[in-house]
Every structure is written in structure tokens, then in C-alpha cells.
């Protein structure tokens, strides 16, 4: 193909690419439209429900890029800049409202035994409550419904503790009574038979795997080293385990010798600040049985430390200097603690959720 | 009376074989290297701390960014780990395009190594002819998303835009002419003398040191051990398609350089299967709600980029924007075990070993 030809093609397929453009961008104020009637002084509380169904089945692609997409160059790239100075804005006025139909949509859905009926009353409730000012675009809360809320949110997380408690945890149903916290009208009744009504889910296939391990580590490093062991679902029935700081070194090694367990690969290691205290999360695989899991170890927040795995898996050494650089956990134990990503002489800690940096033009 | 004395060397960080801005200090005895220190953190832009202010579909574009010479891979973990957090199902025609792209992406990502590297030892002509062939595969990406190198192409639960008319044809064209040019390759620089007697027994590592330092991809596989994420952990359709896993046997720095041109057979492999079997219609995005807001928990997936395990960890807490993001990022890990390879080598061998590693210096500093 020639240079000429390429393009010509190219100026046809950008033209092909505008029209496809503007055709969303029309079609994009209808959807707007029509998502946000529920705001609307004239609508009906009946037709919240249905509201909620349709924004369901919008795809998001639309929305978030579509709209931008006015007079954008083909290359794709400056859509992206309009998009985030401009979707956003859209996208969370239009959703804003609704927040509430949808969620009590997915609680509805978390708990199958409650009535449609029951569902569609409450998705109505928010809806009807907004649309009788003038459609705004974020409601006042008042006092009360403040206090409503939080009540309802406590409601709901006893329901999620309580649903642990017998062994009944699904994510689904946690995950549904939290939705529900949001939504005060819903949550009040609800909470408490969400979590009675979900049946015990299968138990994991993982879920020997998670016990041995636990097991080898109790035994053999100490009863207290694991403080607690989880299957995170979601993530393909990972074995989750969170150590004691202190034993984590002595629990490291073992993974790494012991027969059973063989971790000769350390895949990750990350750092999470999470306000209350840090942890850093481990994710471990053995490469002849292809078993995974994922050790969390949490420390205080003041004077985060903990100890270095770096002599047992060497891949560790870059990986922690990572998280001291970025978030100032000390590894005790590690033979070259420098920043790594930042400038020596650089004040603080990047990632830390509280970071300010010392000179705001930098 | 000749005095020796050690003579501390600094490399790059502007150095055209440093393949980016990172540097190396080294201390000399003579021309054998006793100690290297690598600097970096040049490139650091703060991804991770930028993403938690930024919604999902907003972070893919810096993905693009890190490792720039693989961009659709990059789009590819960040988009799967967060319909793997939501439980979405993609389309199969979306997920069929993702597949070809990431693999396309493969095979465009190890000829600017195939030629980048061979450039490094001396030989010119291999990057014009690796280059050539690569802006083949740049030109059907931008005909699919009007980008040459940063694509953004992959949304959660799809894909942004559809195959135009005819793509689908032009790469089954592409993907056939390409297995002569991989001939070519061969016989252009693959039995060369010079290039043997440079790269032979270079930089040579077993597996258990690999394995220690957490290597990943050619890297890993040049000692032998079989470990392909697209195999052994299998995502997205890789399970449907036939192909190898070739290992190398001594790890060094020619085993790499076999190992990667074998990958791009093996890519293509997929490729024709993958193209044969595009469904003809259906949609290219799934059912997605309107604002992306994952529920609380926290995963980690990770994929077989051409540089070995990338990986993505979210944190959520039911939020648009994640709580924490953290990539694990191929090079950056595969880097680690430079200072260790370069002590007792020749400084001529610096080169060698860096460009056999393959490293891309966005995704080293993040």
C-alpha cells in the first residue's frame, strides 16, 4: 500500500469515526434526558422503579466518552481530557438522584425472598422525595435523616457482623446490607432479615488449603500468629491470611521451607494506608503446585515497621523499598533501606493518605 | 610502574542503551565491573497516587503510559481487575478483540526488542526491518482506536470501538505475511557470528536465582521453567487456543533472544485460531452501569505481558475511584537482579545484559 493510500484510507476511517461520534452525541441527551426524569416535578413515584431497570441496561461507554465526544481530532486522545473535565460533571448530576432506587435495586436483588412489590415501594420512596422540589441537584439532608442514616448504617453493619458470626458471610449479602445503609428508607426494615434470609453458600473449594496453612503456622511458628484467615471470593477463592507483626518473619520462612507450603515466589508486594493503621499485603505462589495465597501483616500507623522478608525472597528488596519510599513503613531487616522513587532528600510519603507535600508548586 | 586504580563510572541517565532515562553506577577495575548500582525513579509521575482521585475508566489512559511499548496489555489488567471485582461478563466479540490486539501487541512489543536490542550490540539493519514491520501493526491499531502507541482501547466491560469494515481481513493479511518476515529475521541476525559471540553464555543465571528474584516472562522461562500466566493461570480466552510454551535451557542472554522470537511464532499461532474464530456480529461493550463503582473487597489479578507478570491491585471501598492501586510492574521486578548478573563482567557486557532483560522505563518508575 502506498503512502498515499494509507492515507486516504485513514482520512475515510476518520470520517467514518465522526459520524459514529456524532451519532452518540445525539443520542446521548435523550439517554440524559430520560435518565433524569425521575428528578422531575411530574413524574409519578410508580415509574421510579422502572427508572432504575433502564439505567441498569445503559451501557457506560455512552455515557462517559459519547458525550465528549463533540468535535474531538480522531486521535483519541483529547477526548479523554474533555471527558474528564466534562462527563463527570454530567454523569454525577444525572446519577446523583438516583443514587438511591439503584441501590435499594441491588439490595432487593442481594435478598431474593423480599417481594417485588416491597422493592419497588422503596426504590419509589428517595425518588418521590426529590421530585417534589425543584428537581435539585444534590438534596439537603436534614437532621433527622442524618441521624436516620447513621442508625441505619449501624443497623446494617451488626447485620453484616452477625451474618459473619454464623458463617453465612456471603459478599453478596454484606455488600447489599452496606448499599442498603445508604439509603435510609430501606435499610430500616431490611437489614436484619437480609442477613437472616441468605443461605449458607457452598463452602470454598480453597477452604482446605486456607485451614492446613493456618494450621502449619499455629503449630509450628506460634497459636497466636494468625490473627485472622478469609477466602477472598471475588479474587478466585484466594486464601487470604492477616499474621501478627511479630511473627511474620518466622511465618515467612516457614512458607518458604516448609514441604507443604513451598512459596518460592513472591508475585507481589504492596502497602496500603489505611487511616486507622497500614498493611502490607503479600501475594504468594508456589510454582509446582500453582497454589496462591495472600498474606496481609498490619501495623500501627505512627511508627510503621515490619520486618523485612527480603533474605527469604530477594524479589522483596526493590518491592519494599517501594512501600518505605511511598509510604514510610520500615523493614527492619533490610540490607539497602532507600527511597527509591522519590529524591533523597525528599520530605514525606507520597501515598500516605494525609500527604501534603512540602512545597505545593512542586 | 602502572598503577591500577578504581575508576566509578556513571551511566545514562541519558543513554541511548539505557533505553530510557535510568542510570547506573558503576565501579570499575579495569574494564571488569566490582559493583553496580542502579538510579532510578526519573519517570516517576506518582501513577498509583493519581489514580486514587480518578475513576476507573479515567485510569486507563496512564496505563497507557507506563509500559508504552505494550499499552493494550496494560489496559487489559486494569480493565479485568475491575470486572473481575464487579462479576461482569464481556461480550464475546469484545473479549475476541482484546485477545488479537493484546496479542498483535505482543508481537509488536518484542520486535522493538528484537531491533532495539540488536541495535545495542552493533547491528543496524535489524531495527530498520523490526521497525518497519511494527508500524504495520501501529497502523491497524489506529485504524481500530485512532492511536498509534497509547490506545486507551479497552473500557470496563468491553471494548471502545468495533473492528471496522475490513480489519479483521487486513490482519489475517498481516498475520500471514508476518511468518515469512520471521524467517527473515532469523536469517538476517540469528546465526551471525558476532551476534552469537556477544550474547552467548552472557548474563547467565539459573533457575532458582530467577525464581528467587522473581523474574517473569522470557526472563524466567530462559532457565527452563515452564510458567506462561496465558497456560498455567488462564484468562480471558487463552484456554481455547492451541499454542506453546517454549523454555530456554542455559538463561542467558541468547536463550532470551531465542525465546523471543519464538513468542511471536507462538503469537501468531494464536492469532490465526483467534481470527478464524471471530464471531461475526454481537456487541462490544457489556451490560455496564453508568458509573463503575466496584463494591468493597479488594483483588489481584495479574497477565502475561510481553514482559513477564503484570499485575493489578485494587483496593475498594465501594467508591468510583479506588482506594489504592498498585501495579506490579514487570520490569521494575525483572530489574532487580541487574547489579547481581553485571558484577565480574566486562563493561562491554553492561549493554548486553541490560537489553536482554527488556525493561520499558515508564513501567520501571511507575
Known sequence: MSGE????????????????R????????TEGSAGTSAEGAGTTPTDAPAEGDNREDVPSAEADSGAAGAGADPNGRKPEGEEQASAPKQVQAAAEPKTGPVDAKQAAEGEPAAPPAKAAEEAAAPAASSAGGEAPVRRQETDEEKAARRKAALEAREAAKAAAAQGAARPEAAGGAAAAGRNPAAAAGRAAPAAADAPPPPPSPNQPRLDRAAQLLRELVNEDAVEEASINEPNDHLPTLVIKRDRWQACAGLFRSHPELNIDYLRNVAGVDHETHMEVIYH?????????????????????????????????????????????IDFPGHPDLRRIMMPDDWVGHPLRKDYAPLDPEV | MIRTEELLLNVGPQHPST???????????????????????????????????????????????MDYVSAMTNNYVLVHAVEKLMGLEIPERAEFLRLIVMELQRVASHMVWWGTYLLDIGALSPFLYAFNDRERILQLFNELCGARLTYNYMRVGGVKW?????????????????????????????????????????????????????????????TGVKWDLRKNEPYSLYDRFEFDVPVGTNGDC???YLLRLEEMRQSLRILEQALEQ????????????????????????RIESPRGEIGCYIVSKGKAEPYRLKFRRPSFVNLQILPKLLVGESMTNLVTILGGIDIVLGEVDC
Not at chain 1, 501483616?297 to 505512627?302: A, I, S
Not at chain 2, 489514580?51 to 479515567?58: D, M, P, S, V
Not at chain 2, 498481516?174 to 524467517?183: A, C, D, N, P
Open chain 2, 254 to 256: 541468547y536463550d532470551r
Open chain 1, 5 to 20: 493510500d494509507r492515507r486516504e484510507e485513514s482520512a475515510k476511517l476518520n470520517e467514518t469515526k465522526g459520524e459514529e
Open chain 1, 284 to 328: 504468594l505462589l508456589s510454582l509446582d503446585s500453582g497454589h496462591n495465597y495472600a498474606v496481609k501483616v498490619r501495623t500501627d500507623r505512627e511508627s510503621p515497621s515490619v520486618p523485612s522478608v527480603t533474605p527469604i525472597w530477594p524479589t522483596a528488596n526493590w518491592n519494599e523499598r517501594e512501600i518505605y519510599d511511598l509510604l514510610g
Open chain 1, 22 to 29: 456524532r451519532e452518540t452525541e445525539e443520542e446521548a441527551p
Open chain 2, 162 to 222: 468495533d473492528a471496522p469494515d475490513g480489519w479483521i481481513d487486513k490482519v489475517k493479511e498481516f498475520v500471514r505475511s508476518m511468518h515469512g518476515k520471521l524467517e527473515e529475521y532469523d536469517n538476517l541476525a540469528s546465526g551471525n557470528e558476532i551476534l552469537l559471540s556477544r550474547i552467548k553464555g552472557v548474563g547467565a543465571y539459573d533457575a532458582e536465582t530467577a525464581i528467587a528474584y522473581g523474574l517473569s516472562g522470557a526472563n524466567l522461562r530462559s
Open chain 2, 278 to 301: 471471530f464471531p461475526e456480529g454481537g456487541e462490544t461493550m457489556g451490560k455496564v452501569p453508568r458509573v463503575i463503582r466496584p463494591p468493597a473487597g479488594e483483588i489481584y489479578v
Open chain 2, 19 to 65: 533505553h530510557g532515562v535510568f542510570r547506573i553506577i558503576v565501579k570499575l577495575d579495569g574494564e571488569i565491573i566490582t559493583e553496580a548500582t542502579p538510579v532510578m525513579g526519573y519517570l516517576h509521575r506518582g501513577t498509583e497516587k493519581l489514580a486514587e482521585n480518578l475513576n476507573f475508566t479515567q485510569i486507563i489512559p496512564y496505563t497507557d503510559r
